[in-house]
């Protein structure tokens, strides 16, 4: 079988960056090797993965799980690079933050090991998230880049939503990059925000989720009063970039834009007036919340990659993939 570009590897497929990651993939003239967490029975429906241009010929699916780190070998081997999504999310806190933690850099690590095994893995690009530079202590910042770190004894202290969650991406980031260090693998990583657009999956992602929360929310759950966001698609590239790209270093923000909540009700009241919002606007001036900070992409645009999508085509593609898939 011809595999064009090369054969790369995308963990944790069903997932909403993931997939955006594998269609690029495959229009770009990849194969792709993904990995989901085993299903026995056969019952997770992954259509949405199997059914994308090219991924009959293209597309190979392995079952592995973050608990057992070797189960990643299979597939790895082979590849040229690796697109290290998949990681253990759990904000209902129904386990132990080091228990999380331990999964997740405990399965990054064996997911290295493998690449460093294989003999073939050019490149890793670990998907890292905003979490792991937003919490940065006790007074925050405005505005971060990829210097600033979250303070894990601050996260641990002050227990935000999500705080377990941010710990497991900081420590675990900061892990694969050690890793890479050490051992000579080229690894570096990608730091996305609240990720809106279209989405390939299913599932309706949390993302999404908490930046639609005017139209598929209540007043009273709005606890972000500004918004780090980016386009799925525009993550996808920016993973693909990296990749390609002769010799990036470290770590990468991507994050075209900073959005209050007053702008998104005036774009979303704007264009969708169907939609009752639960609030107005100098109500929503009133409510007390996290002020996320801007986390700037300079390093990532001055290396060459150039955002797509603006913050009215986030909000519109996000509303528009809601109603054909029956969430709005």
Same mark, same amino acid.
């Given at each position: 079988?011809?595999?064009?570009?090369?054969?790369?590897?995308?963990?944790?497929?069903?997932?909403?960056?993931?997939?955006?990651?594998?269609?690029?993939?495959?229009?770009?003239?990849?194969?792709?090797?993904?990995?989901?967490?085993? &299903?026995? /029975?056969?019952?997770? @429906? =992954?259509? !949405? #993965?199997?059914?994308?241009?090219?991924?009959?010929?293209?597309?190979? *699916?392995?079952?592995?799980?973050?608990?057992?780190?070797?189960?990643?070998?299979?597939?790895?081997?082979?590849?040229?690079?690796?697109?290290?999504?998949?990681?253990?999310?759990?904000?209902?806190?129904?386990?132990?933050?080091?228990?999380?933690?331990?999964?997740?850099?405990?399965?990054?690590?064996?997911?290295?090991?493998?690449?460093?095994?294989?003999?073939?893995?050019?490149?890793?690009?670990?998907?890292?998230?905003?979490?792991?530079?937003?919490?940065?202590?006790?007074?925050?910042?405005?505005?971060? &880049?990829? /210097?600033?770190?979250? @303070? =894990?004894? !601050? #996260?641990?202290?002050?227990?935000?939503?999500?705080?377990?969650?941010? *710990?497991?991406?900081?420590?675990?980031?900061?892990?694969?990059?050690?890793?890479?260090?050490?051992?000579?693998?080229?690894?570096?990583?990608?730091?996305?925000?609240?990720?809106?657009?279209?989405?390939?999956?299913?599932?309706?992602?949390?993302?999404?989720?908490?930046?639609?929360?005017?139209?598929?929310?209540?007043?009273?759950?709005?606890?972000?009063?500004?918004?780090?966001?980016?386009?799925?698609?525009?993550?996808?590239?920016?993973?693909?970039?990296?990749?390609?790209?002769?010799?990036?270093?470290?770590?990468?923000?991507?994050?075209?834009?900073?959005?209050?909540?007053?702008?998104?009700?005036?774009?979303?009241?704007?264009?969708?007036?169907?939609?009752?919002?639960?609030?107005?606007?100098?109500?929503?001036?009133?409510?007390?919340?996290?002020?996320?900070?801007?986390?700037?992409?300079?390093?990532?645009?001055?290396?060459?990659?150039?955002?797509?999508?603006?913050?009215?085509?986030?909000?519109?593609?996000?509303?528009?993939?809601?109603?054909?898939?029956?969430?709005?």
């Amino acid at each position: 079988m011809a595999e064009g570009k090369g054969r790369v590897c995308v963990t944790g497929g069903t997932g909403f960056i993931a997939s955006w990651i594998i269609k690029r993939l495959l229009e770009d003239g990849y194969a792709v090797n993904t990995t989901i967490r085993p &299903d026995p /029975e056969r019952k997770r @429906d =992954v259509s !949405f #993965l199997t059914n994308l241009p090219d991924a009959s010929e293209k597309l190979k *699916i392995f079952e592995a799980d973050l608990s057992d780190p070797e189960s990643f070998g299979p597939s790895v081997e082979g590849c040229i690079g690796v697109f290290h999504t998949a990681t253990p999310i759990d904000f209902n806190l129904t386990e132990p933050e080091e228990a999380l933690t331990k999964r997740a850099v405990d399965g990054t690590l064996g997911i290295l090991r493998a690449c460093l095994k294989s003999k073939t893995v050019k490149r890793v690009v670990y998907t890292s998230s905003a979490s792991a530079v937003s919490f940065v202590g006790p007074e925050p910042k405005d505005v971060v &880049d990829e /210097e600033d770190w979250s @303070d =894990v004894d !601050f #996260l641990r202290s002050w227990k935000p939503y999500g705080w377990s969650y941010a *710990i497991s991406k900081t420590l675990t980031e900061k892990a694969a990059l050690e890793f890479g260090e050490l051992h000579g693998l080229d690894v570096v990583t990608l730091i996305p925000p609240f990720v809106v657009g279209r989405f390939i999956c299913p599932k309706l992602p949390d993302s999404i989720e908490k930046a639609l929360v005017l139209v598929v929310g209540k007043k009273e759950e709005i606890g972000i009063t500004r918004y780090h966001m980016v386009h799925g698609d525009d993550v996808a590239r920016a993973h693909i970039f990296l990749l390609e790209h002769p010799n990036p270093k470290g770590r990468y923000n991507c994050s075209p834009f900073i959005v209050p909540i007053e702008d998104i009700y005036q774009i979303l009241s704007a264009k969708y007036p169907e939609y009752k919002m639960p609030t107005v606007l100098e109500e929503l001036k009133q409510i007390k919340g996290a002020k996320l900070p801007h986390l700037t992409s300079k390093k990532l645009e001055d290396a060459g990659f150039e955002f797509k999508y603006s913050i009215e085509d986030m909000f519109v593609d996000a509303i528009e993939c809601c109603k054909e898939k029956g969430y709005l």
